[in-house]
């Protein structure tokens, strides 16, 4: 009955059922030998619930072939296609071949070469083969071996005894459900953890033993916890960065040694921290050898090499230049001012060597992203009694000008189009690494119309390339903060002056963009970006084509004609992130942005400045002729992602907004406005074509559907199979809804008793290029909750169509 009202998804559902019974059919043991089982399940069993499995089964030699979504094991079905025995020993004849015709190749090619003649190609391998393709992306069986499993045993048990458990034991047992099919038991007693009692410090050093006692408050191992190597570890190396940062330059971990002692009964450790002096040859003798204290250093000059070349010339000649108590070395005239990079070196003359300043100094140096190469060093004195260090900072800048021309395909909003940019930059405008760039950018875009009237019904047509844009940007970046505020020392300060110009045609109307801002940003720390821009001016000019505006008056929604409006906007916005992304490492984190906007203020404020302000026929005020807004303005953006294995991983979103119009604006502006569907929203519906609320668009005449609130959840799920290609399965929920109610938008304005009942729900699947330096990805998604449909037919699941797919094509992941 279904595939009969459905018959469009009837062969989408033959093609996937075939799928699955084929892969189903195929058993993943039919290749096996008789004695040989595969390893199906690791299961560990052990009583102490404080033990983490996955900690534990990381120690485990032999894992179970990969199960793609947790059902089947693809990879091994894949191996499983090929003839082994046939392929094999055929493709390694064939390559043995070819390493032979290669050496023969090789010699005439020497001949060749002394007589002047061509040289010959060498012969390559096949480029593509399916049986050695099918092999490289797939996995072949994970056979049990009974002496690695005792091996695992023995791991695990090192483990334990590692985290205090010293009386552990471990024991591996196999199961057999099938005859070919191996579950691996890991049986682990624990016993009674072992922990710290008293800690006792044995340091000859009388200066160092003041120094780590004073800061016993800090320290990894404390009396009572249990015992663990992992945190003897920790603790050698926070105490050697903490004397690295109070001028013992030298000092090395190797001198930090442990002595337990678990013989004082009443499953207790008792702990020696030794930290032994530096030894030297006695001169003279030969297997003798003397002790001493550590040295502990002091800034004596510091050198910045202003262009350092990682290929001196013998011959070059260089100029010093000497300021704030630091010399700046350079061939010729330093290419930038001393007062630039003076608030990024912590390093002071004078100051007891800090391995964190060095740190902190090489960091705020790469933060001003003008130069390509970056070191910084320190050097003894060469008297063996000194007590002194030399740094030297070696920074090279980039070229100070550039023009770059990139071009690109856009997905804005869900509208797909191409657009290129031509970008000049200048890195050091001023001499003090100050980044100017000039952007200009045309594009070219394709948008659903909205206006386009045949026998009085309103028909949503798709013309290629029916939207132009253009738009030059000019911006400023000062490596510091400039007036009102003062120099903020734990933090990269940068302030930005930008100005930007955007037109947009399109057959429904035109729109120019006029944006003016001034702001600062700057890191509270590594995870933190705070953004406040004080002045942000937008101008919105607007000018209708006659058919949309002839459907805005036919439609008489004074909340559209108020949203496709000119607009002067002034607002202050302040934003806050936080990224917990360690670069490099497939870890979980967390991500988190907020934004508040507010507008209207200004002008508000200095309104009763003018005698007689100006005013529209509906009696709102106007600047240079043109309404300002007022408005308040907040979102959020919360995102976690969360590393499932190498391959897989699970990444969340929730957004919520709210826009509040007040004073001069009874409607947010449109380009402030909240909306969903399109490629990085709801993809299931395109941009703007969802609510708000259950609002249904019954006459079809609008296309462009905003609201003041906006709540949204997503879900995804990747995985990578195969180099740069990637899969997803993904759901997205959510809407937006109106502030107030709206006669010409019915149960569009939220209320709490029916929100949750007019979520729009929307799942599909994804296609994904990852060419790491940027992302192609096609999604498919239909409709599962549709609220503009009345209550009870709402789940459109029941009406699976391919119709009613929606594709997006996409930069980069949606989040």
């Not at 070229?399 to 997905?411: L, W």
């Not at 594009?443 to 253009?470: C, D, H, W, Y």
Request: glycine share 6%; aromatic share 14%; net charge positive.
């Amino acid at each position: 009955m279904f595939f009969r009202q459905n018959r469009q998804i009837a062969p989408f559902f033959a093609v996937v059922i075939s799928l699955v019974l084929f892969f189903t059919a195929c058993s993943p043991v039919r290749k096996l030998k008789e004695n040989e089982r595969l390893i199906v399940s690791n299961h560990i069993q052990v009583l102490d619930n404080s033990l983490p499995k996955e900690d534990l089964k990381a120690f485990i030699r032999q894992k179970p072939n990969k199960k793609t979504l947790g059902i089947w094991r693809l990879n091994l079905q894949l191996y499983n296609l090929v003839n082994q025995d046939k392929f094999i020993p055929r493709y390694e004849k064939r390559k043995q071949k070819r390493a032979e015709v290669n050496r023969n190749r090789a010699i005439r090619n020497q001949a060749n070469q002394r007589k002047g003649k061509r040289r010959i190609k060498s012969r390559k391998d096949n480029p593509f083969s399916l049986a050695r393709w099918l092999l490289n992306i797939g996995e072949p069986p994970v056979i049990y071996d009974s002496l690695l499993a005792h091996r695992s045993a023995t791991q695990l048990e090192l483990y334990l005894q590692s985290n205090g458990f010293f009386q552990a034991s471990v024991k591996d047992t196999l199961i057999l459900k099938h005859p070919q099919k191996a579950d691996v038991h890991y049986n682990i007693r624990t016993g009674k953890a072992y922990k710290i009692g008293k800690v006792h410090y044995d340091i000859s050093d009388e200066t160092i033993s003041s120094l780590v006692m004073a800061d016993r408050k800090n320290s990894n191992i404390q009396s009572g916890e249990q015992y663990s190597t992992q945190k003897l570890d920790a603790e050698r190396d926070r105490i050697t960065d903490y004397l690295k940062d109070l001028g013992y330059y030298a000092f090395v971990k190797n001198y930090i040694s442990y002595v337990a002692d678990s013989s004082i009964g009443n499953k207790q450790v008792e702990l020696s921290i030794e930290i032994a002096n530096p030894e030297y040859k006695v001169p003279g003798f030969v297997d003798s050898t003397q002790s001493t204290t550590h040295k502990r250093y002091k800034i004596n000059d510091i050198y910045v090499y202003g262009n350092y070349n990682l290929r001196p010339d013998s011959n070059q000649v260089n100029d010093t230049l000497y300021f704030n108590n630091t010399s700046y070395i350079s061939s010729g005239l330093l290419k930038f001012k001393p007062n630039a990079i003076k608030s990024a070196i912590y390093i002071q003359r004078g100051d007891l060597y800090s391995k964190q300043l060095a740190l902190r100094t090489y960091k705020r140096l790469s933060d001003y992203r003008a130069f390509k190469y970056i070191n910084i060093q320190f050097k003894p004195l060469q008297a063996d009694s000194s007590e002194l260090l030399n740094c030297e900072i070696q920074v090279s800048p980039m070229s100070r000008q550039s023009f770059t021309f990139q071009t690109q395909a856009t997905n804005t909003q869900g509208n797909i189009g191409v657009a290129g940019d031509l970008i000049y930059q200048n890195r050091n405008l001023f001499k003090g690494l100050e980044l100017l760039e000039l952007r200009l950018n045309a594009g070219l875009e394709v948008q659903r119309l909205a206006s386009s009237e045949s026998e009085g019904k309103n028909i949503q047509e798709l013309i290629p390339f029916n939207t132009l844009l253009l738009g030059p940007e000019l911006s400023l970046n000062f490596p510091k903060l400039i007036w009102p505020f003062r120099k903020i020392q734990k933090s990269v300060p940068k302030t930005r002056i930008s100005s930007a110009y955007n037109f947009q045609k399109r057959p429904d109307y035109e729109r120019s963009i006029f944006n003016l801002s001034y702001g600062y940003s700057w890191k509270p720390s590594a995870q933190k970006t705070l953004i406040f821009n004080p002045i942000e001016i937008n101008f919105v000019n607007v000018t209708l084509g006659k058919n949309f505006e002839k459907l805005l008056n036919v439609s008489n929604n004074l909340f559209l004609k108020n949203s496709f409006t000119s607009q002067f906007i002034t607002s202050s916005k302040v934003t806050w992130m936080y990224s917990g992304q360690i670069v490099g490492a497939r870890k979980n984190f967390l991500f988190t942005q907020l934004n508040l906007e507010s507008s209207g203020l200004f002008f508000s404020g200095t309104r009763m400045l003018y005698q007689n302000p100006g005013t529209d026929e509906q009696g709102k005020y106007l600047v240079l002729g043109t309404r300002y807004s007022q408005f308040i303005r907040f979102d959020t953006d919360f995102r976690y992602y969360d590393y499932l294995n190498k391959r897989a991983s699970l990444a969340y979103r929730f957004i919520l907004g709210l826009g509040i119009p007040y004073g001069n604006s009874d409607v947010m502006p449109f380009v402030r406005s909240f909306f969903s569907g399109g490629a990085n929203d709801l993809r299931a519906w395109q941009a703007r074509s969802i609510g708000p609320g259950s609002f249904r668009d019954s006459l079809g005449r609008r296309y462009d559907l905003i609201g003041d609130i906006k709540l949204e959840l997503n879900a995804e799920y990747r995985l990578r199979v195969y180099k740069m290609f990637e899969t997803a399965i993904f759901v997205d929920a959510g809407n937006v809804w109106l502030r107030k109610p709206n006669p010409s938008m019915v149960n569009g304005e939220f209320r709490f008793d029916r929100f949750y009942k007019e979520i729009a729900i929307g799942a599909g699947i994804g296609l994904r290029l990852n060419f790491d330096y940027f992302i192609i990805r096609l999604d498919a998604a239909h409709p599962i909750h549709d609220p503009s449909y009345i209550p009870g037919e709402r789940w459109v699941y029941k009406q699976l169509m391919l119709s009613h797919l929606n594709f997006n094509l996409g930069i980069a992941y949606p989040f």
